[in-house]
């Protein structure tokens, strides 16, 4: 098992995990079953009347709005803040005044969405072994009835069952208690006909308002948003429904299910009818905005809102502020928020940390949020599974799967028993190492535990079969779910559908895809970029954008993925075809003419070529242009598609015009290729030294593409020294870490995820490198072996690209390097040899790259100020 310096990352952090994840206390293993039979834990009900309002009588000054306030990133070490001191605490140290927006952004970085991860995990907000508060206040007759309705077999019969005992709940407590408890066992049909038996009871007028809420709350909780609604409709013609409770009940319906425009509305419509917001409402809210992905910003106004009307935020306010952040992946943020917290002197609980745990781990902040539960366990709060769990994603989903295997240990040493989340993650970590018979272990090792595989077990497996090329067990998986009465959901079809398509199968990709909408499911935006992006890169593109139609006609608008997709597919054919499809979507006519105003098509077939090229030119920029009409920011991968176009431009001054184009909309990402691409190295090399900083935050797979697609263009068009420099950097950023590896046998180059022109800017990275050990006297092993991915045993087989080019640079360089006997990607060669060959004088000037321009310190066109504009992240999952 690791040390717990290998979990924490750090010596100091690894004296404090050897605090937190051991010695739980008499208290903490049953603390951990009790709270973490739920995916997060972290906010109780904003709609239950266990509402703690620990501030609500007090009248403190609360300072300027938060917006203002969380100004700084760091999170005090201790567990709580001081107090407050009247209108002197804002000037404290370390607090400015100033704009959330400013503050949160430092000059000079790029967005939090460029560099930021995306996760589809939730922290949920309730965990079943919470006792009931309402408990003990209800008669013994009320727990029959409830028996005796829930055994019914119909829901016709409850008005029967309630006029038969209604002489027997006598307790004013019975009929809500009837109401939750038939909630809890998901009756909603039940609980809805004793709420209608209730309004017809003269004697239970006074507890109409009251019964509604709750009938609301109930619904909501069960996701029957519109029925909740039809309900609050109904209370409210009748006279009772016009209250606090009732409002705020709907509020809380609308964001348990995600829907915030509606909550914001219905909360709106409270204020404007005069029914005062409290306490319950703004915490509601603010949970609401975390539900339904509102920015940060909008959350922090209605926060500042409830101070000026003199409501004081508790843990539960803060807890749900935490979550706006985590579910936006504003893991700096929500560290902000935490501070201020502990600033007001507000405890925290379980619930805080866990939610903070999740938004640092979304960001990939691994030791930090190592640190935070080491500070937890000091503040006397016992990590749960919660926790744990967590912690093991984070660490599976940056791809450190070492530590979330040995954290998993770790956890169930310390007596937390796993629950679902944690076994289903343990499931998806085995299974993208390839080690099925782990996973397969691991979930015959949930079952008897008590837990059935579900459909995330089955999404985790079938989709790391896919990646491993293993089709046919995916498929037997997928057909062994339904057959045990597991309902395949979206996520189940778009895993088997990417790795039909990324396999070649598009037969069964398309099978899949009529299989998914005969089962009434509804392809969303992802699921179409999905089978587009494999169409176009497949070179179907009949196929891919007949897709693209249907989704237009269906009302989806196309997202960034579905943009990338075009561009690159642009690069890819840059013909005809794919330009007169993109015209056909509709999606072109809002810019076009404008575009087209350019220059007439009409042309003598001298000038075709020309004007093809021109064309093709003007439908990425109008793409492009589309993408940030429609309100998204080009990413990562937009900007590798549009150097991916201009690797296949047809001349340099196509390529050139391209980018100048793409500075129009991002000077400071796109002016560094441009510079670079102009010979302006000098001018531009510090800025881009900033961005290659910014990317190394990225998981490995967005920050090698970008790195591939820069060298790639840099290189094609005669910039060789900027290419190789360029390939240096990433490796000194921990990209392509991997390509070198030295035994006492032999020294291998491995290029196998390398692009054309990354791979021969490394070839002469790897050269220079040996010729510099033999010229201070160091022996070369036995063989030196080149791997270009091309071999029947490679990771990407079939890309005979990379082979082609790295053979021909071979032999322009004179290097004495040979195809091996039984691997025809593989190439060989003596270690004395190479020796002999990097000894001889001829060979370095060889070796050495040179740019095929360089820019004059006059040159009329400069590359301007680089701003700081930035650009949006990928969606992609994140590795260390």
Same mark, same amino acid.
């Given at each position: ?120 995990? =939730? ?367 979206? =996520? ?221 263009? =840099? ?155 930035? =650009? ?9």
């Amino acid at each position: 098992m690791a040390s717990r310096a290998s979990f924490l990352g750090t010596e100091a952090a690894a004296t404090a995990a050897s605090v937190a994840f051991t010695n739980n206390g008499p208290n903490g293993g049953a603390e951990a079953r009790n709270n973490g039979r739920r995916r997060g834990g972290r906010v109780r009900s904003s709609a239950r009347p266990s509402y703690e309002v620990p501030h609500q009588e007090q009248h403190v000054w609360a300072g300027p709005p938060l917006q203002q306030r969380l100004a700084v990133g760091v999170v005090p070490a201790g567990g709580k803040g001081g107090t407050r001191s009247g209108p002197n605490a804002a000037a404290r140290p370390g607090l400015e005044v100033g704009s959330l927006h400013r503050n949160l952004q430092s000059q000079g970085a790029l967005s939090a969405e460029f560099c930021g991860r995306r996760s589809t995990r =939730l922290v949920s907000k309730f965990h079943h072994g919470r006792q009931k508060l309402y408990l003990g206040k209800h008669s013994p007759e009320a727990d029959l009835v409830a028996e005796k309705i829930l055994k019914a077999t119909s829901a016709s019969s409850t008005a029967q069952l309630l006029d038969l005992w209604t002489d027997k709940l006598v307790c004013v407590e019975d009929f809500p208690y009837l109401l939750r408890e038939l909630g809890n066992w998901g009756a909603w049909e039940k609980a809805l006909k004793s709420f209608e038996w209730m309004l017809r009871q003269s004697r239970l007028s006074g507890e109409w308002s009251k019964l509604a809420s709750i009938m609301i709350s109930t619904l909501g909780r069960l996701g029957k948003v519109d029925l909740a609604q039809d309900v609050f409709n109904k209370a409210q013609v009748a006279g009772f429904g016009d209250n606090v409770y009732a409002y705020s009940a709907l509020v809380s319906a609308y964001g348990r299910s995600g829907r915030c425009k509606e909550a914001l509305e219905v909360f709106q419509s409270m204020k404007k009818s005069g029914c005062k917001p409290n306490l319950i409402t703004y915490n509601t809210i603010i949970d609401a905005c975390g539900k339904g992905g509102v920015d940060l910003n909008k959350a922090l106004e209605i926060f500042d809102e409830m101070q000026r009307e003199g409501v004081e935020p508790d843990r539960i306010t803060f807890n749900s502020l935490i979550a706006v952040c985590s579910r936006g992946s504003l893991w700096e943020e929500s560290q902000k928020v935490f501070a201020e917290m502990q600033r007001r002197g507000i405890e925290q609980d379980i619930f805080t940390y866990n939610t903070l745990i999740d938004a640092v781990c979304k960001g990939g902040q691994m030791e930090l949020a190592a640190q935070i539960v080491a500070r937890m366990r000091n503040n006397s709060i016992n990590p749960n599974v919660v926790t744990y769990s967590t912690m093991i994603d984070g660490y599976g989903k940056i791809g450190c799967f070492d530590q979330a295997i040995t954290l998993y240990h770790e956890m169930k040493d310390a007596n937390i028993f796993p629950d679902r989340v944690s076994y289903n993650t343990l499931v998806d970590i085995y299974a993208k190492l390839g080690r099925f018979d782990d996973a397969l272990a691991t979930c015959s090792e949930m079952e008897r535990a008590g837990w059935k595989t579900d459909v995330v077990t089955y999404n985790a497996l079938i989709d790391a079969y896919g990646k491993q090329g293993k089709y046919d067990e995916a498929a037997m998986l997928f057909n062994k779910m339904k057959s045990e009465g597991v309902v395949p959901n979206v =996520l189940t079809y778009s895993a088997l559908i990417d790795a039909y398509s990324k396999g070649g199968r598009h037969r069964e990709a398309s099978e899949v895809f009529q299989q998914f909408k005969k089962a009434g499911l509804q392809p969303d935006v992802v699921l179409y970029s999905a089978l587009i992006d494999a169409y176009f890169k497949n070179g179907l593109v009949d196929e891919a954008v007949a897709l693209l139609e249907e989704m237009m006609q269906q009302g989806i608008q196309p997202n960034i993925v579905t943009y990338n997709s075009l561009i690159d597919a642009y690069g890819r054919r840059g013909d005809h075809s794919l330009i007169d499809a993109y015209g056909r979507t509709g999606e072109v006519d809002k810019g076009w003419k404008t575009l087209d105003s350019a220059g007439d098509d009409t042309c003598s077939p001298e000038c075709t070529d020309v004007n093809n090229i021109h064309r093709q030119h003007r439908t990425a920029v109008k793409i492009f242009h589309d993408m940030q009409e429609s309100g998204l920011k080009p990413n990562v991968v937009t900007f590798s598609a549009i150097l991916n176009a201009c690797s296949r431009c047809a001349s340099f001054e196509e390529a050139s015009v391209l980018l100048e184009e793409m500075r129009l909309f991002d000077s400071r990402v796109y002016g560094v290729a441009y510079g670079l691409l102009m010979g302006s190295r000098e001018h531009v090399w510090g800025e881009a030294e900033l961005l290659f900083n910014q990317i190394a935050f990225m998981d490995y797979a967005t920050a090698a593409a970008f790195y591939n697609a820069l060298t790639d263009v =840099l290189w094609h068009f005669g910039q060789r020294e900027g290419a190789q420099k360029v390939a240096v950097a990433a490796k000194r950023r921990r990209v392509w870490e991997n390509a070198w590896w030295r035994s006492d046998q032999q020294f291998c180059l491995d290029l196998h995820l390398m692009s054309v022109g990354a791979a021969q800017a490394m070839l002469h990275v790897w050269l220079l490198d040996i010729r510099a050990l033999v010229w201070e006297g160091h022996e070369l092993p036995r063989f030196l072996s080149i791997l270009t991915g091309w071999g029947k045993h490679s990771k990407v087989a079939g890309a005979s690209a990379v082979k082609k080019a790295v053979e021909t640079r071979l032999m322009e360089i004179g290097a004495p390097f040979q195809v091996a006997k039984y691997n025809e990607g593989r190439l060989i060669s003596a270690g004395r040899v190479v020796y002999a060959w990097l000894r001889d004088a001829k060979t370095l000037p060889l070796l050495l790259l040179h740019d095929s321009r360089q820019a004059r310190e006059e040159m009329s066109m400069p590359v301007p100020a680089l701003r700081l504009l930035s =650009l949006q992240p990928p969606m992609v999952e994140t590795s260390c």
